[in-house]
């Protein structure tokens, strides 16, 4: 077994990572570090959780211990997608190189650009940035790329969804011709691969298992939800996931609740803390720092439901998630895996749960399609029998309205359509999709930019059109350049 001093690092990374537990390399660690030391290329298809930030950041920390960095011209770059990748990378760092002498900047939205600017002007060895506000910077002139020796791109399949593709040529244009790239991306999209062949020299490939196939450590169950009637849908479906989560009892330290769409995300909080839960939502609309906030606050147990909408919570790294409930089905297969990611990392063990309304059939479909297999079916919570239906119960007239909240009841199981005592209406009639177009946890570009639109992405994502509804006619979603081509 390969062992963390076989690679070649330097014995002030290794110590760092003596330190931060590790025993051995990972996959991706394994396959990526050797070439990375050499000077080459590395392409390396591999989600998070499977320790692929160490992968780029140890290399580099050993390659740019020697050599001291320039006023704004920073050394190396890494690129990711949001601004809450970039503070996890740039995280990395601090814990990695930590006997190390090496000066970093975080270029992300949220922060101020003079202090972002008197950091690099002093000069830095590791600039981790977003593609928008990288461009902004470098647009005020306040910013050389001509010294980048490394440029790390990160989660490339997610720069592709957020429309960022276009900003990424463009920084790829403006660093040496001569610089080492490391490439990461889950996925190897035709356009993720057009940008390799383009600007990737003869990299080594590394490619790790996908982390469905990969981790076996995830239950992972299906329940079917159908409402009793279409107007109460919104409060039957906020009290069947009530049940379903007292279903789990204590084995349910804390869970992140997926939603497809935004304003589910808040309607979904609120109920939660309603009945008494410790929820709290995480979308592209709350402001970064409350972003981080939430974050900590899940990371460190104060919040113990984190409601989530995709583009705030894939990719990110938070260990001990005990369960992961998706509200819905996701509407793009591959997000089934970045979601049901967030549980059983390194090895332990995790707990899905899915709710699946009929017109999510679909969808649900191409996620079996993905993972090759079907996903285990159970009951709806409370209920013995097999019907597929949450039971059909009338509003009890006996209840108060205002149910006060849970804190002191215990969670049993109870039937699902029984426990909403006031029906929630969505406040907004036609939600829509978080979609990249807003790209919700990532940058605001300020100039003008050459960031494609939603309709310029490819690999079939255009979720972007607004106020179709559900039904949209497949010619809208078609792309232009298909033709074009
Ligand atoms: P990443 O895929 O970079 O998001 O990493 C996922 C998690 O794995 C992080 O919490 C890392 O701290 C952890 N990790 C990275 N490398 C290793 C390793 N070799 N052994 C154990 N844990 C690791």
Do not use: W
């Not at 062992?3 to 390399?25: C, H, R």
């Not at 279409?230 to 409060?235: L, N, P």
Request: contains cysteine; hydrophobic residues 35%; proline residues 7%.
């Amino acid at each position: 077994m390969t062992k963390f001093s076989d690679l070649k690092l330097s014995p002030k990374v290794l110590k760092a990572v003596e330190e931060a537990g590790y025993e051995t390399p990972t996959p991706i660690q394994e396959g990526a570090i050797p070439p990375a030391l050499e000077g080459r290329d590395v392409l390396g298809i591999a989600q998070t959780g499977t320790g692929k930030t160490a992968s780029f950041t140890l290399p580099m920390i050993t390659l740019l211990a020697r050599g001291r960095a320039r006023a704004r011209m920073p050394r190396s770059l890494v690129l990711c997608p949001t601004r809450e990748l970039a503070a996890q990378v740039a995280e990395n760092f601090d814990t990695y190189a930590k006997h190390v002498k090496l000066t970093k900047a975080l270029l992300i939205g949220g922060v101020s650009f003079k202090e972002q600017d008197q950091l690099i002007d002093r000069g830095v060895d590791v600039l981790i940035a977003t593609p928008g506000r990288l461009l902004d910077h470098f647009e005020r002139g306040k910013l050389l790329l001509t010294g980048v020796q490394i440029m790390v791109v990160d989660e490339a399949d997610r720069m592709l969804d957020m429309g960022f593709i276009p900003d990424i040529e463009r920084i790829f244009g403006l660093v040496p011709f001569t610089r080492q790239t490391l490439f990461f991306s889950a996925t190897m999209a035709p356009e993720i691969e057009r940008i390799t062949n383009t600007f990737l020299s003869n990299p080594a490939r590394i490619e790790v298992a996908r982390q469905a196939t990969a981790s076996a450590t995830i239950e992972q169950k299906l329940v079917m939800f159908k409402p009793s009637r279409r107007d109460r849908a919104a409060s039957e479906k906020t009290a069947f996931l009530r049940a379903l989560i007292d279903g789990e009892g204590d084995a349910c330290t804390n869970a992140i609740i997926f939603c497809n769409r935004k304003t589910d995300v808040d309607i979904v909080a609120k109920s939660l803390q309603k009945h008494g839960y410790n929820a709290q939502p995480i979308h592209g609309d709350l402001e970064q720092s409350r972003r981080m906030e939430v974050l900590q606050g899940f990371r460190d147990g104060t919040i113990k439901f984190l409601c989530a909408s995709d583009v705030a919570a894939r990719g990110l790294d938070i260990p001990n998630v005990s369960h992961v409930i998706n509200y819905d089905v996701p509407g793009h297969a591959e997000d089934y895996i970045h979601r049901i990611g967030r549980t059983g990392r390194a090895g332990r063990k995790g707990k899905t749960l899915m709710i699946c309304e009929p017109r999510d059939e679909k969808n649900l479909d191409a996620v079996e399609r993905l993972i090759e297999g079907k996903i285990d079916r159970i009951d709806p919570p409370g209920q013995a029998s097999k019907s597929d239906a949450p039971r059909e119960e009338k509003p009890r007239e006996d209840k108060p309205r205002d149910e006060a909240p849970r804190e002191a009841k215990p969670k049993g199981r109870k039937p699902a359509a029984k426990a909403e005592p006031k029906p929630e209406a969505r406040p907004d009639p036609a939600p829509q999709p978080e979609t990249p177009q807003a790209p919700a946890a990532s940058e605001p570009r300020q100039s003008g930019s050459s960031r494609g639109s939603a309709s310029k992405r490819s690999g079939g994502r255009d979720k972007g059109v607004v106020g179709m509804g559900d039904h949209l006619p497949g010619f809208i979603a078609k792309s232009f350049e298909e033709r074009l081509d």
